[in-house]
């Protein structure tokens, strides 16, 4: 890598010439950049240097920056599916710690004008209902799942249980 020498890989049943730019540790996986993508290392089946070449690195690549693109990416393709909340004015100031990260944005452009009393509908992408179901327990009785209806049906059970334990 630190002499710009391109790589042949087996990355997923496919061979692939690649021309390293960095590694990246992150969570304790270690991850390949190139110029145009990123790749798990432990996915790599045979890899071969190319020791006879080189490759033309581009010197304006910033390796922090490509990665932290890459990963918004990454964690934005997780997000799949969408649910449809009622937010109190402290759930929808709570939000911001309740939501996934790389939903934030598109749930804070999704809000509308608030009601009478303050509350306010938003639409929150969510990577899948059982995710969004633990991140709506976590505004309490600051949200109200609109949608969708088995979401719903399964916070209203959890709330009963709740209530009747403190009955």
């Given at each position: 890598?630190?002499?710009?020498?391109?790589?042949?890989?087996?990355?997923?049943?496919?061979?692939?010439?690649?021309?390293?730019?960095?590694?990246?540790?992150?969570?304790?996986?270690?991850?390949?950049?190139?110029?145009?993508?990123?790749?798990?290392?432990?996915?790599?089946?045979?890899?071969?240097?190319?020791?006879?070449?080189?490759?033309?690195?581009?010197?304006?690549?910033?390796?922090?920056?490509?990665?932290?693109?890459?990963?918004?990416?990454?964690?934005?393709?997780?997000?799949?599916?969408?649910?449809?909340?009622?937010?109190?004015?402290?759930?929808?100031?709570?939000?911001?710690h309740v939501a996934d990260p790389a939903a934030l944005d598109d749930a804070l452009a999704s809000i509308g004008e608030p009601d009478g009393?303050?509350?306010?509908?938003?639409?929150?992408?969510?990577?899948?209902?059982?995710?969004?179901?633990?991140?709506?327990?976590?505004?309490?009785?600051?949200?109200?799942?609109?949608?969708?209806?088995?979401?719903?049906?399964?916070?209203?059970e959890a709330a009963a249980r709740t209530a009747s334990l403190y009955g």
């Amino acid at each position: 890598m630190w002499g710009d020498h391109p790589v042949t890989a087996r990355y997923r049943e496919a061979e692939r010439t690649l021309e390293p730019y960095g590694l990246v540790l992150k969570g304790g996986i270690w991850y390949l950049a190139t110029r145009t993508a990123i790749y798990r290392v432990d996915r790599f089946g045979d890899v071969a240097p190319h020791l006879d070449r080189r490759f033309e690195r581009d010197r304006d690549f910033d390796l922090a920056a490509f990665w932290a693109e890459r990963a918004a990416q990454f964690n934005r393709s997780l997000l799949r599916t969408h649910i449809t909340l009622r937010l109190s004015p402290h759930g929808r100031r709570i939000l911001r710690h309740v939501a996934d990260p790389a939903a934030l944005d598109d749930a804070l452009a999704s809000i509308g004008e608030p009601d009478g009393r303050g509350w306010v509908t938003a639409r929150l992408p969510v990577e899948s209902h059982e995710v969004a179901y633990g991140q709506v327990l976590r505004f309490g009785p600051d949200a109200e799942v609109l949608d969708p209806p088995g979401l719903r049906a399964l916070v209203a059970e959890a709330a009963a249980r709740t209530a009747s334990l403190y009955g």
